[in-house]
């Protein structure tokens, strides 16, 4: 009933910038927080950043003062705008929603497909 989509990943080289955009559809009645996580091969799934309904963020050490996400609530997007970027920020980013549905006001979680940010030179 809900569906995350995502876009924006790619090939950039040391110290470039990429955008990721994240889009909710489907049957919302309301967003809490969104976030974006990201997997790099062989490792788990980590946390890269959050944003609450009120546009409170969080972000791992890692990321903090070159990544920066964003929300437009009326849009029920989301954004990570990843500059600086480093080899080690080489994953599949997904995007993250905790959805309140539209249907049943039961809070879900929802997952993206993912997208592919490959950082080299």
């Known amino acids: 009933q809900v569906q995350l989509v995502e876009s924006g990943g790619g090939l950039a080289q040391p110290g470039g910038s990429l955008r990721l955009s994240c889009a909710a559809s489907?049957?919302?009645?309301?967003?809490?927080?969104m976030g974006w996580y990201r997997q790099a091969p062989g490792k788990q799934r980590e946390l890269v950043a959050t944003i609450t309904s009120g546009g409170n963020t969080n972000a791992v050490d890692s990321v903090k003062g070159r990544f920066t996400i964003a929300r437009d609530n009326a849009k029920n997007t989301v954004s990570l705008q990843m500059n600086s970027l480093k080899p080690e920020d080489t994953a599949v980013y997904y995007c993250n929603a905790l959805i309140l549905s539209g249907t049943d006001r039961i809070a879900r979680v929802s997952w993206g497909q993912g997208t592919q940010v490959t950082v080299s030179s």
């Open positions: 489907g049957s919302i009645f309301r967003i809490n927080a």
